[in-house]
């Protein structure tokens, strides 16, 4: 079983910056071949993909993040970071990172999420 943990959430003003990381407790053969994700869950709306590293370094972003997000990976460290600048208040809800590594091996995992809120 793969557990991922959240960190570096919080409270920032508009314009502003965090850096997400997502630490998996799991072999590296298992998170080297994993893709690696943010989702973003707010109050009263969908989870919606925020942005996704693949196993080979491609990456994806939702519209509204493009140029102010930008997701990265370390896999000597089993873990994901997921840096934002240019914060605004509809990037506001719990981030949570999720592992997979299909279709490689038939592993999932989700971790509990980290708050970030976004308010003058």
């Known amino acids: 079983q793969v557990r991922l943990v959240e960190s570096g959430g919080g409270l920032v003003h508009p314009g502003g910056s965090l850096k997400l990381s997502c630490a998996a407790s799991?072999?590296?053969?298992?998170?080297?071949?994993?893709?690696m994700s943010w989702y973003r869950q707010a109050p009263e709306r969908q989870r919606e993909l925020v942005a996704k590293?693949?196993?080979?370094?491609?990456?994806y972003y939702k519209d509204s993040v493009k140029g102010r997000f930008a997701i990265s990976r370390d896999n000597s460290k089993n873990t994901a970071y997921l840096q934002m600048n240019g914060l605004e208040p509809e990037d506001t809800g719990v981030y949570l990172c999720?592992?997979?590594?299909?279709?490689?091996?038939?592993?999932?995992?989700w971790g509990q999420g980290t708050q970030v809120t976004v308010s003058s």
């Open positions: 999720n592992l997979d590594a299909s279709p490689f091996r038939d592993v999932e995992s």
């Open positions: 590293i693949t196993s080979a370094y491609t990456e």
């Open positions: 799991t072999s590296g053969s298992i998170f080297s071949v994993s893709a």
